[in-house]
């Protein structure tokens, strides 16, 4: 299982980005496809969950009503639309890949390379 993360950059607060994660090599272990992003000095963190079958939706509460999660099965890629940008949301951002257990607060298997995010005030 490969996944390629892209889409990150420069924008200005209150700007807009869409993240894309490529995955190749689905398994029954990817059903479960997150966005995870680690701010300089600070801890990983959840930031938006779903699965190919367009279930399972979930948000950070940090992001919610600005950030969409989305997923195109057919093109094997998921994607993260940004909107409303804050320099809080400055980070790398990450895609990840599991099973079913990611729910009940199990680990991802697999992860992407991150993307960088930097929102400018």
């Known amino acids: 299982v490969q996944l390629q993360a892209s889409g990150g950059g420069l924008v200005q607060a209150g700007g807009s980005l869409r993240l894309s994660c490529a995955v190749s090599?689905?398994?029954?272990?990817?059903?479960?496809m997150g966005w995870f992003r680690q701010a300089p000095g600070k801890e990983r963190e959840f930031v938006a969950r779903?699965?190919?079958?367009?279930?399972?939706?979930s948000y950070a509460d940090s992001v919610k009503g600005r950030f969409t999660i989305s997923r195109d099965d057919a093109k094997n890629s998921v994607y993260l639309q940004m909107n409303n940008l804050n320099a809080e949301d400055t980070a790398v951002y990450y895609c990840?890949?599991?099973?079913?257990?990611?729910?009940?607060?199990?680990?991802?298997?697999?992860w992407g390379q991150g993307t960088l995010v930097t929102v400018s005030s």
């Open positions: 990840a890949a599991g099973g079913p257990a990611v729910v009940f607060g199990s680990s991802y298997d697999y």
């Open positions: 090599g689905r398994t029954s272990s990817t059903r479960f």
């Open positions: 779903i699965t190919w079958s367009g279930g399972y939706i």
